[in-house]
């Protein structure tokens, strides 16, 4: 697998490959995230007009992530816990997805955030077990609740690389 940053023209790919992951979420009992037309083009537009959309290639796109410097607005506010550091720069990961079929993703994506930042935060829905099970394999510290600009809660994590 390589990873390159998304272009305009990766755009139906990567439309495809987060209708994918929907459909694992639906599956696997995640019935409330991701809904609404989220992520829609205009996200992913955003996310690459700004240099942070990079999709994850193995003949063909086969899934899509955003890497994001902080600082994290819905980050600043975190209940039920803390951040193991709450003064150094971090990234974040986001809108993660890939097809159900291609195995190692999580994995390939993280050892590549991790290659450019030390220093990685991420978050997902509390019924989206799949990816809290990836996230804690991978390393990364349970730190709380934080809630996005909808009010609505996600389980936060964090994780220095070699800590």
């Known amino acids: 697998m390589t990873i390159r940053s998304a272009c305009v023209n990766d755009l139906q790919d990567i ?13 696997s009992g995640n019935a409330l995230q991701w809904t609404n037309g989220y992520p829609s083009e205009e996200v992913i537009l955003e996310d690459i007009r700004q240099g942070y959309g990079f999709v994850v290639i193995q003949t063909r ?41 291609v195995h ?12 450019r930042d030390r220093n990685i935060r991420i978050d997902t829905h509390r019924d989206n077990r ?21 009010g609505d809660e996600r389980l936060a994590y964090q994780k220095f690389a070699g800590l």
């Open 15 to 27: 439309m495809a490959v987060l209708e994918a992951a929907k459909g694992i979420m639906r599956a």
């Open 61 to 101: 796109c086969v899934a899509y992530f955003a890497f994001i410097p902080s600082p994290e607005p819905t980050y600043a506010r975190i209940d039920g816990g803390a951040w193991l550091d709450d003064t150094l720069p971090y990234h974040v990961v986001h809108r993660i997805a890939s097809y159900p079929e």
């Open 104 to 115: 190692g993703v999580f994995r390939t994506v993280m050892d590549w955030c991790f290659d």
């Open 130 to 150: 799949i990816m809290q099970h990836v996230i804690l394999d991978y390393g990364f510290s349970y730190c709380g609740i934080i809630y996005l600009a909808s």
